[in-house]
């Protein structure tokens, strides 16, 4: 079956950080890989996807992920973080070719002080 | 489009009670999702429509769930006899799907449930 963890549950970080969130993700096919987030009082929001291609893609808010397909890791940066980044964050796969079911991490919370 | 909508915002019943939610996709997407997220885990899959037909549905999802699609557009989720155990938050989304193609996830906000 698979399965995503999430390293880190939860991280905080000053203004201007670098941050790095570990995803690994167990499945033994080829898998589509996601970040969403969710800000305080909203829904989750796609923060950046992967397919194919590059292994490493960017997403909104100068976010990036990069996809090691040796490792099953689809990590999340952003070298610089703003108080407007807290927020919790969730790693996801699906199986590609499949429903576009997603199975998550718990999540990471990060808190970001100005 | 105004993106996925989810009624009621929250819900607070009391055990034994029935709840029903609501759930209307975006438009023009055909797939449609049901999650549930407890505090401090991610979301987890319940059932998964195309179109009208519900086509999985997840071990999560007992004989106490229900949900349907019926015309292929907005969905609900029945909840029968509640037990506290189903307190959680439960997540819509949506999707454009064809064949092996999948546009990512669209999520609504959420309904949270209570029960005491």
């Known amino acids: 079956a698979q399965s995503v963890s999430q390293h880190n549950h939860h991280v905080i970080l000053s203004e201007a950080a670098s941050l790095e969130l570990g995803c690994n993700y167990s499945?033994?096919?080829?898998?589509?890989l996601f970040w969403y987030v969710q800000y305080p009082g909203q829904h989750l929001q796609l923060l950046l996807k992967?397919?194919?291609?590059?292994?490493l893609v960017k997403g909104i808010k100068g976010f990036e992920a990069e996809f090691i397909k040796s490792k099953f890791s689809f990590n999340l940066r952003k070298p610089s973080v703003q108080w407007s980044d807290t927020a919790e964050y969730f790693c996801?796969?699906?199986?590609?070719?499949?429903?576009?079911?997603?199975?998550f991490g718990q999540g990471t919370t990060l808190q970001v002080k100005p | 489009d105004t993106g996925v909508s989810q009624n009621p915002r929250h819900k607070i019943t009391k055990r034994g009670q029935n709840v029903t939610f609501r759930c209307d996709p975006i438009?023009?997407?055909?797939?449609l999702y049901w999650y549930r997220q407890t505090l401090g885990q991610g979301p987890e899959f319940l059932t998964y429509?195309?179109?009208?037909?519900?086509?999985?549905k997840s071990r999560l999802l007992s004989d106490r769930f229900s949900a349907e699609r019926p015309k292929g557009s907005f969905s609900t989720l029945e909840i029968q006899r509640t037990e506290q155990g189903d307190s959680a938050m439960y997540l819509c989304?949506?999707?454009?799907?064809?064949?092996?193609?999948?546009?990512?996830?669209?999520f609504g906000n959420g309904t949270r449930l209570t029960v005491t």
């Open positions: 989304a949506s999707s454009l799907g064809r064949a092996r193609l999948n546009s990512p996830l669209h």
């Open positions: 429509f195309q179109n009208e037909a519900q086509l999985e």
């Open positions: 992967y397919f194919s291609g590059d292994p």
């Open positions: 438009s023009e997407h055909n797939r």
């Open positions: 499945y033994g096919g080829t898998v589509n």
């Open positions: 996801a796969v699906n199986a590609r070719g499949n429903t576009g079911k997603l199975i």
